[in-house]
């Protein structure tokens, strides 16, 4: 009786040992999952970023392209910095612009340029008392970004 008795606890505490392994295993390894599922997340995250920003770099270079075959001035265009582009309007409903400084001179800005569905400017703007550039309607196709630094300009 004694035996059978002492064969019960041992196969009762046996169970509990297992369950309670299977339970530590089965837990590990959903911490395991969860943050494999937080470091994809965060790559997802990551790639999206960068692809963003590739996006608006190229972007920039639109119309970057687009000031340097419009816009001449007794100064070269060496440096050309492109704000944000802001949705107008409701879901967009009243187009794109952006804002522009040239050669970093708060006098060579460019505010509220419309862009086109293709992200280049139209040709409408606003310009400050003390721009040294003139606007040419026809652009020249020959002049290129070449020796022209774009970078993001954080005005807004």
């Known amino acids: 009786m004694k035996n059978k008795i002492i064969k019960r606890i041992i196969i009762i505490l046996g169970i509990l040992v297992g369950v309670a392994g299977l339970t530590m295993v089965s837990v590990q390894t959903t911490s395991r999952v969860i943050e494999n599922m937080k470091a994809k997340k965060m790559e997802k995250a990551k790639e999206k970023k960068i692809r963003e920003e590739k996006e608006a ?40 612009s952006t804002s522009l400084i040239i050669n970093n001179k708060n006098g060579n800005r460019l505010e509220g340029i419309k862009l086109d569905e293709d992200g280049v400017p139209n040709g409408s703007y606003i310009w400050f008392d003390g721009f040294r550039y003139t606007y040419h309607e026809k652009k020249d196709s ?6 022209v630094k774009v970078e993001k300009w954080k005005n807004n």
Do not use: C, M, Y
């Open 57 to 96: 770099d190229q972007e920039r270079k639109k119309i970057a392209l687009w000031v340097v075959q419009h816009f001449s001035g007794k100064e070269p265009i060496k440096n050309i910095k492109v704000g944000r582009v802001n949705t107008n309007g409701i879901f967009g409903s009243a187009g794109k």
């Open 142 to 147: 020959r002049v290129t970004l070449k020796g």
